[in-house]
């Protein structure tokens, strides 16, 4: 009795589960088929809309296909190819009956409704009352909304008044500018360089100079500046032009430089110009491959290597070249920068003199702790020597880590004082920027002075340089490097090999 008791029991939860498990497949089933039968609908929804779709697009076509000439023939105005056509009879609508129509259509529509309080923008919603399902604000509430919203506004209208007042500022400074650029023109064309030799050592043209060369005369300023001591003429280009192109026909067909007579330079490879080339202001995109002044640059650089194969190609050349080549004709611009090589910095640089480079970096580290006593000390307490940032500042003279504009009022002056002048305007940058770097470390100083801002200020920058003395104990630049070469002299002359020879 009791094992049948058991057997009924099993067997009746057997059974319930069985009912359970077939309701939930029955309920999944009713639900699968209810999607199915949505999808279905859509399906058949999306075909009729697709050729509804497709049949108002054929009805559109047909329309602007066979009455276009029509319409055209009816009401557009002009010549026809055997008549006039007529004018049309409505004259055209201003703008002021334009608009009417629309605001008319519009109140008909319904489209806009008229709100006591229209928001002007998202920020003037604040002062809108919430929805009828929310709590209402409270007097408090609103009156600081209303608050908050004026402050805005407020500051808004001080903020755009604030920015008008500056670009009428930089406008006014811009026309100013364009206005002493054009004076200084006609004084530099009239009057300066008609007579150069006698006027360009005067304080009148100094200042001038000081300020600026006019763009359309900067480049021959230059050329006269900088001089021809090496007597080099157009003609004279031509040849190691020519030389040049040879040498580039053989490496494309043999794959390696041909040298002459064995005196060329590691650093004069083609490789290496190509590559320097195409990192020459990159921004501007006209000295890369492709680019209208790319041959030129090319041509330049070739013929010196083939004219100074003792000094070949060495990195930085090409910013040196570039800047030249924008300012003058391609036989002027390689005459100036062969002259301006032959400079005795330069040529100390390029070369990689590494005593003289030394003296170099000592003169500039005497005036440096003159003028910046600080800035030297963290320099010093840091380990950051100049030749760190000084070897690529000379190298390029400054076209590479300046904007191109500041650079060229640098190279203006630069023509007129010489090589002192590079390591005043290396002062000048550090006292610009000494409260920044005063708070860096070793490699951001390094990389800071690498590549300076995008903006720096060329007044500012000159304001800097002007208030930098290269004066050390009555001793100017040319006596300070003098001495220091004294020095070097003397060591020479007093080391054991000299005395044993």
Known sequence: MQKEILISCSSSKVDGDLYFSFKRILKYYRISLFFNLINQHLLSLHKKLQLRYFMLCDDVFARNLFSRKQREAQSAPGWKLFGKVPLRESPPKDSKTIQQEYEAKVSKSGQRKNLEFEPLSTTALILEDRPANLPAKSEEEAQRHRQEYDEMVAEAKKRELKEAQKKKKQMKERFKQEESIVNAMVVWNNEILPNWESMRGTRRVRDLWWQGLPPNVRGKVWSLAIGNEMNITSDLYEI?????????????????????????????????????????????????????????????????????PDVGYVQGMSFIAAVLILNLEEAEAFIAFTNLLNKPCQM???RVDHELMLKYFAAFEVFFEENLPRLFNHFKSSNLTPDLYLIDWIFTLYTKSLPLDVACRVWDVFCRDG?????RTGLGILRLYEEVLLQMDFIHIAQF????????????????????????????????????????????SSSPTVKNS
């Open 348 to 350: 100390a640089f390029f």
């Open 240 to 308: 190691f032009l020519s030389r040049a192109k040879e040498r580039w026909k053989s490496f494309r067909e043999t794959g390696s430089e041909m040298e002459s007579d064995g005196t060329a330079d590691r650093e004069s490879s083609l490789d290496l110009i190509k590559l320097d080339i195409s990192r020459t202001f990159p921004p501007l995109f006209i000295f890369q491959k492709g680019g209208p002044y790319h041959d030129l640059l090319h041509s330049v650089l070739g013929a010196y290597t083939c004219y100074r």
């Open 419 to 423: 090589e002192e002048f590079l390591f």
């Open 449 to 492: 002075l690498t590549r300076l801002p995008e903006d720096t200020p060329s007044e500012r920058l000159f304001s800097c340089i002007a208030n930098t003395q290269m004066i050390s104990g009555n001793r100017k630049w040319t006596q300070v490097f003098n001495a220091l070469l004294k020095d070097k002299e003397m060591e020479k």
